[in-house]
């Protein structure tokens, strides 16, 4: 649950943990969420899960009602609440949970914005505050629905050298993540982007490429996790959303979507396997990993997606991995039909080029395929301007709105919004 998990500086043990002792609902939540995650291994706990969680809602509706719950503790219940359904593979996205989650957030934003707290209060606040900006965040980045048109705009609550135990180094970038998700819904749902989409999307793009993380972090005192670790997590991040806004608004200049994947993936390879900062890859190594072809590549995706799998035990990883293996599916059967379809057409220009030869004593020959091809007519090319294509078209296909992107899949298999949060 925290990418840095020293004797100290695990919030999850130091702040939440001991909150439960007084909130029936934070607790029964806190079960919940472990026995979904326990239930990989013992499938039984499952039915135990839910109960905890019916419980916890139930404690939840009650102290609402009495006026007597801790703003705190009803904000973090209805965050682990979001994070137990996303651990179970059978429920839904959390989203209610989110919504709720908000409006405690704005409450707590005006009280945090006008009036003295104590440093502990402060601490606990600002830790719950970006748990639900990473939650949030991400819930956007995998759903097409968005009830709320204002998009993520807060940054950081203050300036801080210690590396955040979800956030890692990227909690300024979040806010501009925020904004990507919000634009590609927006995309989403048009046939084509209008002259304002793009602009907002120039906008994005500039100050995603000037984005930086802070010049200083503390070092951990988790012997697992380097700052460099989150540094680079926070760069893998940076690239998947430069990859995705380029998937959505194919007009703007860009490399291609194959090197920015690239980018993603060099930055990932970098961070080792057990590091702690590894629990919150799921997003740029789904954006990434989708773009990678022949098979190094794709075996290096494979390896660690098998890691996390073997080290998360939760459904949303899972389902990750799937959509990736999916996409891949989709775009190898894609390019045999295309290819199909060139070879078909290079026989009936044979058989006229035959035809015509005959009569002028001449012969054609049809072109030979390549064999070797692993990836889509003009993904691997460099272009500075894509264009507006049609359906059916590879340039089309592998945008936000073809069926070859992962929220096509997500959304074909009714799994938007139900990926990308972290585990222990």
């Known amino acids: 649950m925290s990418v840095k998990d020293g004797l100290t500086e695990n919030p999850w043990r130091t702040l939440i943990w001991p909150l439960a002792t007084n909130s029936p609902a934070l607790y029964h939540a806190i079960a919940s969420m472990t026995a979904f995650h326990m239930s990989r ?17 139930t404690y939840l509706a009650q102290d609402f009602e009495s006026g007597l719950i801790r703003n705190d503790a009803a904000l973090a219940t ?11 593979r059978h429920t839904s996205n959390g989203t209610e949970h989110l919504r709720g989650a908000k409006e405690l957030v704005n409450q707590a934003l005006v009280r945090y914005q006008t009036s003295e707290s104590s440093s502990e209060g402060r601490k606990m606040f600002t830790f719950l505050y970006n748990v639900w900006v990473y939650l949030d965040v991400l819930a956007r980045l995998t759903s097409e629905d968005d009830d709320d048109e204002t998009p993520v705009s807060h940054g950081p609550l203050a300036y801080t050298s210690q590396v955040d135990p979800l956030l890692g180094c990227a909690a300024s970038l979040f806010p501009l993540i925020g904004r990507v998700a919000s634009l590609v819904q ?3 749902k048009t046939e084509k982007n209008s002259l304002s989409i793009i ?6 793009k500039t100050q995603l490429e000037d984005w930086a993380p802070e010049a200083y972090y503390e070092d951990p005192e988790d012997p697992l996790l380097e700052v460099a670790h989150c540094i680079n997590t926070a760069e893998a991040y940076r690239w998947a959303t430069l990859l995705y806004l380029h998937q959505a608004v194919p007009e703007l200049p860009s490399p291609t979507a194959h ?17 702690g900062s590894c629990i919150v890859h799921i997003y740029p190594l789904l954006a990434a990993g989708c773009e990678a072809v ?17 080290r998360m035990w939760i459904g949303n990883v899972d389902k990750s991995w799937e959509v990736v293996k999916e996409v891949w599916d989709r775009r190898d059967r894609f390019e045999w039909e295309q290819r199909q379809a060139r070879l078909a057409s290079s026989h009936i220009g044979d058989f006229y080029g035959w035809c015509s030869g005959a009569l002028s004593k001449d012969s054609a020959t049809a072109p030979e395929l390549d064999p070797g091809c692993s990836q889509l007519p003009h993904v691997g090319k460099r272009s500075n301007h894509m ?11 592998v945008t936000v709105r073809g069926k070859l992107h992962w929220i096509s899949v997500m959304k074909d298999r009714n799994w938007e919004g139900k990926l990308n949060t972290p585990s222990s």
């Open 199 to 204: 602009s907002q999307a120039m906008e994005i």
């Open 387 to 397: 264009g507006v294509y049609e359906k059916g078209q590879p340039e089309y296909e």
């Open 41 to 57: 291994e013992r499938s039984s706990l499952r039915v135990e899960g839910i109960e905890h969680m019916r419980r916890s809602a």
């Open 294 to 310: 022949g098979k190094d590549e794709r075996d290096w995706v494979n390896n660690r997606w098998q890691n996390m799998c073997a």
């Open 259 to 275: 090197e920015l994947a690239e980018k993603v993936m060099f930055c990932l390879a970098t961070v080792p396997l057990k590091s």
């Open 78 to 88: 209805t965050l682990v609440l979001a994070f137990s359904e996303a651990f179970d």
């Open 186 to 188: 927006k995309v989403r």
